[in-house]
């Protein structure tokens, strides 16, 4: 990272991968089938922190290798 983001970027950033990570955490939970609610609980936190905290530190490339990722 070239230089670190403001508190601005970052809120927007993790925000944005926060929400994308309970999308993903959701569609494993139908992948993978998990039995619980907890299972699908854990799914979220995992994934949404872990999404979160890719974005803020990768920024634009995250986005742009999770968009060619989908396509």
């Known amino acids: 990272m070239k230089n670190?983001?403001?508190l601005y970027q970052f809120t927007?950033?993790?925000g944005c991968g926060f929400i994308?990570?309970?999308?993903a955490g959701t569609s494993?939970?139908?992948v993978f089938g998990a039995t619980?609610?907890?299972g699908l609980f854990w799914g979220w936190?995992?994934?949404s922190v872990m999404f979160g905290?890719?974005?803020v530190i990768f920024g634009d490339r995250f986005w742009t290798k999770i968009y060619r990722w989908f396509l």
Do not use: E, N, Q
């Open 36 to 38: 619980t609610m907890a």
């Open 12 to 14: 927007a950033r993790f």
């Open 4 to 6: 670190k983001p403001d």
């Open 53 to 55: 905290l890719l974005s």
């Open 20 to 23: 994308f990570g309970l999308f």
């Open 28 to 30: 494993c939970y139908f």
């Open 45 to 47: 936190v995992i994934f």
